[in-house]
């Protein structure tokens, strides 16, 4: 065996390059407690509508996707600066979404909620609304002149509201059907409604890294597949008692 050769095998072998055409593993930021899109279960492993519809992603690409818990802040940051090359969460359609990350074809319709305690208007100028930072909710409450309460995460979002921190919090659908499992926010006497369709209701999709614009005619053909053959509706039933595309 030659010099050269040997030293490639050894370099393969220690993994100080790779052979060309091989795929690093996609790195996938995701969210760990956003009730019912990706949450743990009571054996602390990553589940959810979103996970599960990850997973089957990553599949279609055959890929291997290493999933790293984030919050929605630090993900589309993070899709920005080089951290992640995909947010493996739902991410409204916006504007400023467009002009500052690429984004999949849609995945998900969402509606927001205002959740407020008894006699709380939702129009009243000032209030405490909790919020994920980072987040269209967040931007139209500032707007709205409020008063911002921000969490990491969606299934944080009813804490502030709990504990008296907050008057209200806006929550997507989704994550509303998961925190009304909770015995405290189901039980708390809460009002909804739903607020502002035009502008906190729509389709959401994934965020790519710019970087890897490219991802997007994959991960685009890739979901198609996933709708066509059914798999997509069977995790929608499995998470969520309505369809959601």
């Not at 490219?214 to 991960?219: A, D, G, N, R, T």
Request: aromatic fraction near 8%.
């Amino acid at each position: 065996m030659s010099i050269r050769r040997a030293f490639v095998l050894c370099c393969l072998c220690l993994g100080l390059f790779r052979p060309v055409g091989a795929e690093q593993a996609l790195r996938v930021a995701v969210l760990d407690n956003s009730p019912s899109m990706s949450f743990r279960d009571d054996k602390g492993q990553l589940t959810g509508f979103t996970v599960e519809l990850l997973h089957l992603l990553c599949a279609e690409l055959k890929r291997d996707c290493r999933f790293e818990v984030s919050s929605l802040d630090q993900a589309q940051n993070g899709l920005i600066d080089g951290r992640y090359d995909l947010a493996g969460m739902a991410l409204l359609d916006t504007p400023e979404r467009r002009h500052r990350l690429v984004l999949s074809k849609p995945f998900f319709r969402s509606v927001s909620l205002w959740f407020g305690r008894a006699g709380q208007s939702a129009e009243a100028a000032g209030q405490k609304v909790a919020v994920v930072r980072g987040s269209a909710q967040e931007r139209y409450a500032q707007e709205q002149g409020w008063q911002i309460v921000a969490v990491n995460s969606n299934g944080e979002l009813d804490g502030p509201l709990l504990n008296g921190d907050a008057d209200a919090a806006l929550i997507p659908m989704a994550t509303a059907l998961g925190l009304m499992q909770r015995a405290a926010f189901r039980d708390a006497g809460l009002q909804h409604r739903v607020i502002d369709p035009a502008r906190l209701a729509g389709e959401a999709c994934f965020g790519i890294a710019p970087a890897r614009a490219s991802l997007k005619q994959e991960v685009d053909a890739a979901l198609e597949r996933i709708k066509r053959s059914g798999a997509y509706d069977r995790i929608n039933s499995k998470f969520i008692p309505f369809r959601v595309y």
